[in-house]
């Protein structure tokens, strides 16, 4: 079945940076389109970055544009998200996520907290 372990979360200082990282397996990895949606307290889940199987195409949550970029490594089942310029409103726990056989898929997701 679809795993998708995420990693890389924690607590940062306004302005800082953090690198996400979620390790994929029970499905043809570099087939699929991947994604990375964040979820804040109180707040519906929404999508934050997703790239194409091949990683030539990305999108981006307007908040985030240019201070996000996510990524991938097929070789090592895995996609990124590189985080800068951190503010208190991406506070939020970060999940990995994959539409595959008509079903999404989600990690059980990592925390980032945003906060002096």
């Known amino acids: 079945q679809v795993q998708l372990v995420e990693s890389g979360g924690g607590l940062v200082q306004p302005g800082g940076s953090l690198r996400l990282s979620c390790a994929a397996s029970?499905?043809?990895?570099?087939?699929?389109?991947m994604s990375w949606y964040r979820q804040a307290p109180g707040k519906e889940r929404e999508l934050v970055a997703s790239?194409?199987?091949?990683?030539?195409?990305?999108n981006y949550a307007d908040s985030v544009k240019g201070r996000f970029a996510i990524s991938r490594d097929n070789a090592k089942r895995t996609v990124y998200l590189q985080m800068n310029s951190l503010k208190s409103e991406d506070s939020a726990v970060y999940y990995c996520?994959?539409?595959?056989?008509?079903?999404?898929?989600w990690g059980q997701g990592t925390e980032v907290t945003v906060s002096s």
């Open positions: 790239i194409t199987h091949t990683g030539v195409s990305t």
């Open positions: 996520s994959v539409l595959y056989s008509i079903r999404r898929s």
């Open positions: 029970g499905f043809p990895f570099s087939t699929y389109a």
